[in-house]
């Protein structure tokens, strides 16, 4: 295909930073959008413009599906509703990308797992803290053996609260999955990428204690974690910790990732300084590493790593790439965020053995 045709399913913040991403790609055109709220479409409608005039606009996704108009889509929809979304996307021959996190439970990721295995057509899930390119560059020296044998691994994100969306559906763990599902699945992807190992338990702590306390919906208070340590063992021996803070927008970093090996220690920080550090035992000095930014046309929300992937879901489409993020990707990073919320409500280490896997 010359150009793709791309549709869009929910139009909301992240829907609309897919559309702003897709603008300037010359050979992808938005041709459909789905959302059931009118407010939603209306963003979509100020995103693209005066692209809005080839846009055919759906209040469901089932008729966006049946219209025959896409190439490839883009589920930006809220977590709760993915599950239902992809099982009726994936009884079609279209190519689909769909947000973190994949699913909301183990159980609705394994079924996605297996109905991805029985097509051939591309599903993709969007983790795109891979991209990043201080992350990418980090993932590349680890793998290339800087530091020798990793041993330990250290995520710290420390931002701002969640932010509001449409009907305040991210309030509520039930609709996200809980926090360490709905946000964390991206670093427990690349804790799973950087070990190149399966997981085999999870410890946890956490709890809300700080954002959300006075909000109420429908009379029902806000149940979402705003804090957490996470350790997970690894069946190659090597251990990883995330040290999550959703009320520390004040810092320098809003991501540090550490890796520590047997012959040294590679540091990563986003936005951070532009800067890997990589530090040798036998030598006792640090080496600075720059980073190298790849062009984008878009950098948005995440450094330009959501544009950055979008070409790569392109690439695999046409048959010109590998499929980065696959279904098994997306699952994986979900089970390691319900892990460690059952981990944090029933005060114990959880084996991963105990979601059958």
Known sequence: MSTMRFGVIGTGMMGCEHLRNLLPISDAVVTAVSD????PLNWARATLGENWSSVTAFTHHQDLL????????????????????????????????????????????KVIVEKAKSRTEVTWVGLEYRYMPSIKQFLESLHSGDIGNLKMLSIREHRFPFLTKVDNWNRFSRNTGGTLVEKCCHFFDLMNLATQSKPIRVYASGGQDVNHLDEFYNGERSDILDNAFVIVDYENGVRASLDLSMFAEGGRNEQEIVAVG?????????PGDGNLYLGLRDKKELTVLPISETEVGHVGFHHGASYVELVHFMEAVRGNGPVEVDA?????SVVLGAAAHRSIDEGRPVN??????
């Open 66 to 109: 049946n219209a025959d108009l896409v190439d490839a889509l883009i589920i930006a929809s809220p977590n709760h509703t993915h599950k239902k979304i992809l099982d009726d996307v994936l009884n079609t021959s279209i190519p689909v990308m769909v947000e973190k996190p994949m699913c909301t439970t183990v159980d609705d990721c």
């Open 262 to 270: 047997d012959t040294g220690k590679l540091e990563a920080a986003v």
């Open 328 to 332: 098994l990707a997306g699952m994986w």
């Open 352 to 357: 991963i053995e105990e979601y059958g896997l």
């Open 36 to 39: 059931p709220n009118e407010e």
